[in-house]
């Protein structure tokens, strides 16, 4: 942060013009009784805007107009660095971004233009007093790098022939419209769109798509980790023999070792009612899982709620390719929740367990 004195050099006096004075008086009015100080900031932008730069008595005429201490105005006027303390070019006092993004695009050629077309040093006045420069810190405009700020207008994408364009420009009183010197929308792609140009993408017709993507379509069956082998149970219950379909039934055996339909939890014909629980609410379950617990016979959050160990072992060898998401996703656990009432307020962030 670089020392911010007053100019050695000052004028005797300053005055707002009628028409400045009739402006601040306006704006002095937007706060209330008691707190025209907050109009410290718009008052010195207009004196420098008359000025070109910020003078002690301008400080002090300020402070008076605002019923404050010289030394509030003063530590103000030195704290911001959009306050110029000493004069600057008469027809433009040019602001060189030199913060990376700028440097990287060129900003190192402007100032060099600025050196030996304007002044050798920064805030030095050009032989004629028409022009000052200094080198700011990001303009804020990276994405349009580099970039110069002359009063409130910015110059964008300069090269080193726009750059002396702009400089003539100002010199004759007809500088280039502010903006891109390179022909492109604002920030946009130069050379026209790259990415996001499919129409679709804009015309509403894939609002709420992404909720028809099958969760377990997003990652290959092969990406799901290998379940730890659950303890062996001494005694478990025999559970009815009911029928496993003969597809799913093929499918359980071609995955290894089987485990006893001794094991095979209570199944369902059907759904309660005929009003089976949305088993997608099981984290990690999506419509072909689920549909595949019906075939199996699971309707209800209550009857994976009181599977054991080895009950879920055995409907998990009835998965086929979504062995392991049983245990991996904790369904008896969330079941357990889920059965209680529970529901998730966000199905993609909150998760039962
Ligand atoms: S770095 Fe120059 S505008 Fe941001």
């Not at 990376?100 to 402007?110: D, K, V, Y």
Request: hydrophobic share 35%; aromatic share 8%.
């Amino acid at each position: 942060m670089s020392v911010r004195r007053l100019h050695p050099e000052q004028p005797e006096s300053f005055a707002f013009t009628e028409e400045n004075a009739a402006y601040l008086q306006k704006v002095i009015a937007r706060y209330p009784e008691g707190r025209q100080a907050s109009a410290v900031i718009p008052a010195l932008m207009v004196a420098q805007s008359q000025e070109g730069w910020i003078s002690r008595p301008a400080i002090e005429t300020v402070a008076k107009l605002l019923d404050m201490p010289d030394i509030r105005v003063l530590e103000v006027a030195t704290f911001y660095t959009q306050f110029q303390l000493s004069p600057v070019g008469r027809k433009a006092h040019i602001q060189v971004c030199g913060t990376t993004p700028c440097r990287l695009r060129g900003a190192e050629e402007i100032i060099s233009i600025c050196k030996n077309r304007l002044a050798a040093h920064p805030f030095e006045l050009s032989a004629d007093g028409d022009f000052s420069w200094e080198e700011v810190e990001c303009s804020g405009a990276c994405v349009n790098a580099p970039v110069v700020t002359v009063g409130q207008d910015t110059y964008e994408d300069l090269t080193a022939e726009t750059f002396n364009a702009l400089i003539d420009g100002l010199t004759s009183g007809n500088p280039p419209a502010p903006g891109p010197q390179n022909g492109r929308f604002f920030s946009a792609p130069q050379g026209g769109d790259t990415a996001l140009t499919d129409g679709s993408l804009y015309d509403g017709s894939v609002v709420g798509k992404y909720r028809a993507f099958d969760r377990e379509e997003l990652a290959p069956p092969s990406a799901a980790p290998t379940p730890a082998a659950p303890p062996p149970v001494a005694a478990a219950k025999p559970a009815d023999e009911k029928p496993v379909p003969k597809a799913v039934e093929a499918q359980g055996q071609a995955d290894g070792e089987k485990v006893p339909d001794q094991h095979k939890p209570e199944l369902l014909d059907a759904a309660r009612e005929d009003k089976a629980d949305d088993l997608k609410l099981i984290y990690g379950v999506g419509p072909k899982l689920e549909e595949l617990l019906h075939k199996l016979g699971v309707y209800h959050f209550d009857q994976i709620a009181g599977w054991s160990e080895m009950n879920l072992r055995w409907i998990d060898q009835h998965l086929g390719s979504f062995r392991g998401r049983a245990f991996r996703d904790k369904w008896i656990e969330q079941s357990s929740k889920l059965a209680t009432g529970w529901r998730p307020s966000n199905k993609d962030g909150d998760k039962p367990v």
